[in-house]
């Protein structure tokens, strides 16, 4: 058996809570373990919140938003938006080492993707924000009326484990541009980027009480979602996690902004450029060991290169190394805990007892400790079996052969997910075609995982409800009131 060996410079970190300026334990002294994924090993300990927690977080955060943060000039403001990000930056190796310890993925993976975009995330908005305008409409000789954006108040931000600072910024920078105050709550899994982000902000000029963090399981997230005194709820993680928040939300209508889970498609085409497909599925099947909500897990093919495309495809993922994600060789690191694991673990079970052929994988790696599964792929499964429907979210994916558009189509929008799908052909008109059919939030056309952040990021069905990006997210998290002018 392989082990990990596991050599960083930068130490773990214990985790508080982080209201009103101050890193602060829970009331009752609770705490839980932080494990490390890759090696079963305690990183730490993480203050376990609840609703006194939130109740001091969100008073925190009402408090800073009457003060000098709700008169702040917008430039004024765009500034510390973008030196948070500058900060970001200059933490990079420390921020990388503790998403890698939390998470199991890769170091090169946590500095390129992880660390890299959850700064851009704050420099693009405090940019964006300084060009954001509003309505204005002259009735005639009547009158004038023009739009007045404020912020939404008190937002809740519940983040999930698979790209925790990358998601967690992508919703702090456009509350905080738009001029709110947040109470976050990051996964349970995943604590320390979260708890440094926190104190980053104080640094970066962020007044106390603006950003507040409570760490904690379901019930904190509940207390959170519940609280009469939080105006809006920004969400990303699993779907049945998705309606729970919805029912507690309700009796305080508060605005809500999901992005759920998806089973996204990867169509394929005859006429599609072959290695660029290949080198493209090959990111979109295993990057960050499948736990992408974008990561593309239903894999149809065209019945003429189907066999050369499983030849190729299978000869590329047998080549990836699963192991230590301190290894600069590792392509595929650990499942985020031994719960994933054992999940991502039984739905190979269930492909075996529905009669699939695995072609690769199939099974945990071996090492010696740590929630490590190999790469999978998956033929033979018809379109009922749970492993093409349901969400795996680990490095597992099934290959389908299809004949026409006509049958693809109705495979790929056969799903209550509706996430995004990548689309692989040469021909324009085809692509354009199904594009506009595929039931999706977001298709990419001979690419994948491409943002410009301008554009609508979100799923339709069961994969979430609203957008996100550029002045989608300016909607959520702010206030349009309408003055009329009578002239």
Request: glycine content about 8%; hydrophobic content about 40%; overall charge negative.
């Amino acid at each position: 058996m392989q082990t990990t060996k596991m050599k960083q410079d930068v130490k773990p970190i214990d985790c508080s809570h982080y209201i009103n300026g101050n890193y602060v334990p829970s009331k009752n002294g609770q705490t839980f373990e932080n494990i490390n994924p890759a090696t079963e090993e305690v990183l730490g300990v993480v203050a376990q919140g609840g609703k006194q927690e939130v109740d001091q977080a969100v008073t925190a955060a009402r408090k800073a938003l009457k003060g000098e943060w709700g008169d702040m000039p917008i430039r004024q403001r765009s500034a510390i938006v973008r030196k948070i990000g500058d900060l970001i930056l200059e933490r990079k190796s420390e921020l990388a080492t503790l998403e890698t310890l939390d998470t199991g993925k890769p170091l090169w993976l946590s500095n390129k993707i992880d660390i890299e975009r959850a700064a851009y995330n704050f420099h693009f908005f405090a940019d964006y924000m300084t060009s954001v305008g509003t309505e204005s409409y002259q009735q005639d000789d009547i009158a004038i009326h023009y739009a007045v954006r404020r912020p939404t108040g008190v937002v809740g931000l519940i983040n999930p484990w698979n790209l925790p600072l990358l998601l967690m910024t992508w919703k702090l920078a456009p509350a905080l541009a738009a001029g709110n105050a947040v109470v976050m709550k990051p996964s349970e899994e995943t604590p320390m980027t979260a708890t440094i982000l926190a104190e980053i902000c104080t640094e970066a000029g962020v007044p106390d009480g603006v950003v507040n963090m409570v760490h904690g399981f379901g019930e904190t997230g509940a207390a959170i979602t519940s609280h009469e005194q939080v105006d809006a709820i920004a969400f990303t993680g699993e779907t049945i996690t998705g309606s729970a928040i919805m029912q507690s939300a309700a009796p305080t209508l508060k605005k809500l902004s999901f992005e759920l889970g998806g089973k996204n498609p990867n169509i394929i085409f005859a006429d599609a450029d072959l290695d660029d497909v290949i080198e493209t599925t090959m990111k979109s099947s295993f990057i960050n060991q499948g736990e992408v909500c974008l990561c593309g897990s239903r894999i149809y093919v065209e019945r003429s290169i189907y066999d050369q495309f499983l030849e190729r495809f299978v000869e590329k993922t047998k080549a990836l190394k699963v192991g230590d994600p301190f290894d600069e060789t590792t392509n595929v690191g650990a499942l985020v805990s031994k719960e994933h694991y054992q999940k991502v673990l039984s739905y190979l079970d269930i492909a075996k007892e529905e009669g699939g052929t695995f072609l690769t994988g199939g099974k945990a790696s071996d090492m010696e400790k740590g929630f490590f599964v190999e790469p999978t792929i998956i033929t033979d499964l018809g379109r009922e079996s749970r492993c093409v429907r349901e969400e795996i979210f680990g490095p597992v994916v099934t290959v389908v052969p299809f004949d026409t558009e006509e049958e693809v189509l109705e495979q790929v929008n056969d799903t209550h997910y509706g996430l995004s799908a990548s689309l692989w052909t040469s021909d324009i008109k085809r692509a354009t075609r199904l594009s506009a059919q595929i039931e999706a939030g977001m298709v990419w056309v001979n690419t994948w995982f491409l943002r410009d952040l301008r554009t609508p990021f979100g799923g339709m069905k069961h994969s979430g409800i609203g957008r996100e990006g550029g002045m989608h997210s300016f909607d959520f998290y702010s206030e349009l009131t309408n003055v009329t002018v009578k002239l």
